[in-house]
């Protein structure tokens, strides 16, 4: 559900494993480098091509390139970035969802997919969240009054249906774009918007709050007890709280690999040219999975890391506890559905201790 600081997008210092001799592992494959080095040497509007004459560039053309030095003092030196794109952070250690979500561009693709109503890219499918919505309903018995928190809201996929059955909701979002979609479709006064991050902005008294679309495993270990404690916080005697979260049979699905592409994801990135490069990376020792994106565009050069751990319900839950919530019910997903063990998600339902 969000474009929340978290939301997966399937997305400073070189801290944490270097691409050194020991323990090496090669993010960037020998055979992509002429395709790395021909995109960063290319950053004349004269020179751009397309990507198969890029990627025919041999390695030693970048000092051979008809690069103005006005042009590379705007972007990141390719130097630079190769050492950046080669190197695993410790999880966690860089990126943020200001990487992600203060792009303008950015926010309006990801609310496009918001929308369509058979993606599941930045929400899941609308046949989805109305099952999900009904089950809510029922089993939190949202009715008139009920307060609720909807923690990365979007563009109230679920906060205005929720507050058309008479419930009172706040929702919170980094996503202007998102905010002021979620009003626009608001048909009451019912629903309210916030554009903030729900780690730093005062959080309402609430009786329910959601946290989904996983948006809790794109969190540090630390900021996700900090939200709990924030959340439990204001959670009226009763309240529940339902989140969902990848588990670790998904994490065993992913593997590592690097893609190089002119306008990567369609165009997802910005609207004019650009060439981006998306590479994943796997720390098996903690199960978290780094999506690291570099958009090369004419005039600048964005990184963007977007993190998830995988958990065990024992994990989550020891979490929840040490935060002051109980855990009352596990379940396959939330919309109720019965607990898998070989799912690769899975959903809770705490209270307050």
């Known amino acids: 559900m969000g474009t929340s600081p978290r939301s997966s997008v399937r997305l400073r210092g070189h801290g944490g ?80 969802p200001q990487e992600l979500w ?3 561009h950015v926010q309006r693709q990801m609310l496009a997919h918001h929308l369509d109503p058979d993606v599941d ?11 999900s919505l009904a089950w809510i309903i029922e089993a939190r018995q949202v009715g008139p009054q009920t307060r609720v928190l909807d923690l990365g809201c979007g563009p109230g996929l679920y906060a205005n249906p929720l507050a058309s059955q008479g419930a009172r909701v706040h929702g919170i979002d980094l996503s202007a774009v998102a905010i002021e ?5 608001g048909s009451g006064d019912g629903a309210t918007y916030e554009v903030g991050d729900y780690l730093e902005v005062s959080l309402p008294e609430h009786d329910v709050a ?26 009226s005697d009763g309240g529940r709280l339902l989140v969902d979260l990848h588990s670790e049979q998904r994490y065993a699905t992913l593997e590592e690999g690097c893609v190089v592409a002119e306008r990567l994801m369609d165009g997802f990135w910005a609207a004019g040219e650009y060439f981006g490069i998306h590479q994943t990376v796997l720390y098996d020792d903690v199960r978290v999975a780094l999506d690291r994106y570099v958009v090369v565009e004419p005039e600048r050069t964005r990184l963007v890391h977007a993190w998830l751990a995988h958990l065990t319900v024992e994990e989550a839950r020891s979490e929840f506890e040490a935060a002051g919530f109980a855990v009352c019910e596990v379940l396959g997903d939330v919309a ?13 339902v705490a209270m307050p201790n």
């Open 17 to 96: 494993r270097e691409a050194g001799i020991e323990g090496f592992r090669p993010l960037v494959q020998a055979a992509m480098l002429p395709s790395l080095v021909g995109v960063l040497a290319v950053t004349d509007p004269e020179m751009r091509g397309s990507v198969r004459e890029v990627a025919m560039l041999p390695v030693g053309s970048a000092k051979r390139g008809r690069c103005h030095r006005s042009n590379l003092e705007m972007m990141m030196r390719p130097f630079d970035l190769l050492c950046e794109i080669t190197r695993c952070p410790e999880p966690f250690s860089v990126g943020g």
């Open 210 to 235: 959601l946290l989904i679309y996983c948006d809790y495993c794109a969190m540090s270990p630390a900021d996700r007890r900090r939200l709990l404690r924030r959340v439990r916080a204001r959670m």
């Open 121 to 131: 890219a930045a929400s899941r499918e609308h046949g989805f969240i109305e099952r």
């Open 102 to 104: 203060s792009d303008p």
């Open 181 to 185: 979609e979620a009003r626009r479709r």
């Open 336 to 348: 109720g559905a019965p607990f898998d063990p070989a799912g690769t998600e899975f959903a809770l």
